[in-house]
T-cell receptor, first 112, second 111 residues
Framework: RKEVEQDPGPFNVPEGATVAFNCTYS??????FFWYRQDCRKEPKLLMS???SGNEDGRFTAQLNRASQYISLLIRDSKLSDSATYLC?????????????FGAGTRLAVHP | EAQVTQNPRYLITVTGKKLTVTCSQN?????MSWYRQDPGLGLRQIYY???????DKGDVPEGYKVSRKEKRNFPLILESPSPNQTSLYFC??????????FGPGTRLTVT
């Protein structure tokens, strides 16, 4: 079983739609959680951190459920520019300093 | 401008011909890391370094070497490349268990 699992998609949605991505992780002791965004074969960039209380950044909302080992990302009012691959990232308790475990990513395509 | 640079960006080589991919960061980060990205597998860590002269293996270190003689540089060395090392490689740097900054990537093809 992969340490971090995501639905690969693609999710094809019209502009203005609300879309949600899910991610599950296997290590119950994982400490930190993030969503990264990666445009077509470019470098990943941090989109937002994920906190237990849930957090929001504009149109983006991230949720963490430690009991279910589940992370979600909600995008409201989708824009064409949101088209990208979204990577779920977890840091384990052991392993290297700053070690990030990446999911394989969920691809989003927003169309007019 | 704060950035991570990698060179070359694209490389086609033949099996067994030693190569080095350079990585440099100008943010004074202690932590640097190399990843490879393959379809369906996501990013996997090859090697990481917590500081100068301190390096350790990640999840897929076989066939790779690294060195960290200066804080800003972290080259990735393939002594004898093989076709299964054809991949997209990213260098990253950061501090703490927070954001990591990635270089633009190096697309390597080994024939």
């Amino acid at each position: 079983r992969k340490e971090v699992e995501q639905d690969p998609g693609p999710f094809n949605v019209p502009e203005g739609a609300t879309v949600a991505f899910n991610c599950t992780y296997s290590n119950s002791a994982s400490q930190s959680f993030f969503w990264y965004r990666q445009d077509c074969r470019k470098e990943p960039k941090l989109l937002m951190s994920v906190y237990s209380s849930g957090n929001e950044d504009g149109r983006f909302t991230a949720q963490l459920n430690r009991a279910s080992q589940y992370i979600s990302l909600l995008i409201r009012d989708s824009k064409l520019s949101d088209s990208a691959t979204y990577l779920c990232v977890v840091t384990p308790t052991s392993g290297g300093y700053n070690k990030l475990i990446f999911g394989a990513g969920t691809r989003l395509a927003v169309h007019p | 401008e704060a950035q991570v640079t990698q060179n070359p960006r694209y490389l086609i080589t033949v099996t067994g011909k030693k190569l080095t991919v350079t990585c440099s960061q100008n943010m004074n980060h202690e932590y640097m890391s190399w990843y490879r990205q393959d379809p369906g597998l996501g990013l996997r860590q090859i090697y990481y370094s917590m500081n100068v002269e301190v390096t350790d293996k990640g999840d897929v270190p076989e066939g790779y070497k690294v060195s960290r003689k200066e804080k800003r540089n972290f080259p990735l060395i393939l002594e004898s490349p093989s076709p299964n090392q054809t991949s997209l490689y990213f260098c990253a740097s950061g501090t703490g268990s927070r954001e990591q900054y990635f270089g633009p990537g190096t697309r390597l093809t080994v024939t």
